[in-house]
């Protein structure tokens, strides 16, 4: 098992900046790929970014491209979301997940979620 624990949202202005990080526990931390996903009220869980275990490759859904930073430390057990010029659209809970040694741009590929932490953009 994987447990999950997702902390920094909160409430921001449009254009401003937040960080969340998903801190882990219970396996080797370096064997799982990470992603981010959200899901705003009334819409589907979605994608937004994931990173290898090596923290080497990742991937981004384009609405977030040049905008969110993926990172690890697997020393730490965490992962990070950097998230800059933030858009009203970006509002949602945010979910960190795990996926055994790669990563993968759905949500029904990952095993491990945590709780969720809830991001609002005001405009």
């Known amino acids: 098992q994987v447990q999950l624990v997702e902390s920094g949202g909160g409430l921001v202005q449009a254009g401003g900046s937040l960080r969340l990080s998903c801190a882990t526990s219970g396996r080797t931390f370096s064997n799982y790929a990470m992603g981010w996903f959200r899901q705003a009220p009334g819409k589907e869980r979605e994608f937004v970014t994931a990173i290898s275990r090596s923290g080497g490759r990742t991937d981004y859904a384009d609405s977030v491209k040049g905008r969110f930073t993926i990172s690890r430390d697997n020393a730490k057990n965490t992962v990070y979301l950097q998230m800059n010029s933030l858009k009203p659209e970006d509002t949602a809970v945010y979910y960190c997940?795990?996926?055994?040694?790669?990563?993968?741009?759905?949500?029904?590929?990952?095993?491990?979620w945590g709780q969720g932490t809830q991001v609002t953009v005001s405009s």
């Open positions: 997940a795990a996926r055994a040694f790669y990563y993968g741009l759905e949500s029904s590929q990952y095993n491990y």
